[in-house]
């Protein structure tokens, strides 16, 4: 787990006036909103007893722990111990920590490290056109996985005839070579491959869409904790069935991740044809849980610990990126990711509203 970062962490619509729990890096965070409608984070913990002030609640723009009553503002300061009498000086510890956050995309991005603001990275640049021309729908799943090995499979060319060969894998050649050319800056890379044999081109869908079609699909990974998947499906002048699927991996511990997702579509878009597409998006991602599950060891290992393959390259570039930012400092030490039991929630779905 690194620090240093801009986590994704949330989806704005779940933020609200009321506080919300977010559990991540083995340590609890709270989120609200407050009266000008910004995003407010501070550690779930409150410096009296440790209680989880996300079971409080708001006072104007200030939260009460939910213990004995203690008020802290946004930015972290006490300002009221309802057992002491007014006068009763606040203890200068009487303090919780903040964390600053930006909105885009319809997330909440948390920065977790200790850089200061002009030397933290900027929240990374996805496509335009998910959020103009295609259809959004949400929704978040708790995987008792290893963050970065689910990661690692949504940015993986040649899992598909293997892990999905009974969905759409099937459709896909098993024997062709993947090659294909990674780009690259300090906090992402993405790569593009074209499968050229889906099969059954005599479907009148695929008809539509110029015969045979080609099946293309651009990988991305945004670090800390973002995949991107872009999936094009015909074309040659005809329709083409475009889907993106968006993910934050909420961190939790060593073997467990909470996944944020976004569908995009550009069929089928009617509204009440969202529970259909959560259900696909589920039921596809949870073919990659079965077998990243069985991953021994789950936390990521060291490059040479593995084998690596030409079709690798671009989970190559991931190992390789966290490991110039390890090899910094950046990873988070073994006590602070593990001095504290998150408290987690049941997974609740959102939906996403375009932006
Ligand atoms: S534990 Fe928060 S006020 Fe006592
Ligand atoms: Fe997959």
Request: aromatic residues 12%; hydrophobic residues 40%; proline residues 8%.
């Amino acid at each position: 787990m690194l620090k240093n970062f801009w986590y994704a962490c949330e989806f704005s619509a779940a933020v609200t006036a009321k506080p919300k729990q977010v559990v991540m890096l083995n340590q609890r965070f709270v989120l609200y909103r407050n009266s000008q409608g910004e995003a407010i984070a501070l550690k779930d913990q409150c410096p009296h007893r440790g209680a989880a002030l996300s079971l409080g609640w708001l006072e104007g723009d200030c939260i009460r722990c939910p213990y004995h009553g203690w008020k802290f503002q946004a930015n972290g300061q006490c300002i009221d111990i309802p057992a002491n009498a007014p006068e009763t000086p606040i203890p200068l510890k009487a303090r919780i920590e903040t964390y600053p956050v930006q909105e885009k995309y319809g997330f909440v991005w948390l920065f977790y490290g200790d850089l200061p603001e002009a030397e933290r990275h900027p929240l990374p640049t996805f496509p335009d056109y998910l959020f103009s021309t295609l259809h959004p729908v949400s929704q978040e799943v708790m995987e008792p996985v290893n963050y970065a090995r689910l990661m690692e499979v949504n940015i993986d060319f040649a899992h598909i005839i293997a892990i999905h060969r009974k969905s759409f894998g099937q459709r896909v050649a098993l024997d062709k070579t993947i090659r294909y050319a990674v780009e690259e800056d300090p906090w992402s890379a993405a790569a593009s491959f074209t499968y050229d044999s889906l099969k059954s081109s005599r479907s009148v869908l695929n008809s539509l869409m110029g015969g045979r079609p080609q099946f293309t699909t651009r990988l991305s990974f945004y670090l800390p904790n973002v995949t991107l998947a872009e999936i094009t499906v015909g074309g040659n002048g005809k329709f083409a069935i475009k889907l993106g699927i968006l993910v934050a991996y909420l961190p939790i511990d060593d073997t467990t991740t909470c996944t944020k997702r976004v569908y995009f579509r550009n069929f089928l878009t009617s509204p009440w044809l969202d529970g259909w597409a959560k259900k696909l998006d589920y039921a596809l991602g949870h073919e990659d849980t079965v077998i990243v599950e069985t991953l021994a060891p789950q936390p990521m290992p060291r490059i040479s610990e593995e084998l690596h393959i030409a079709a690798d390259a671009l989970a190559l570039t991931y190992r390789k990126l966290r490991q110039k930012y390890q090899a910094m400092g950046w990873e988070l030490p073994p006590s602070e990711q593990t001095s504290r039991q998150p408290q987690t929630q049941p997974a609740q779905p959102f939906s996403l509203a375009k932006t």
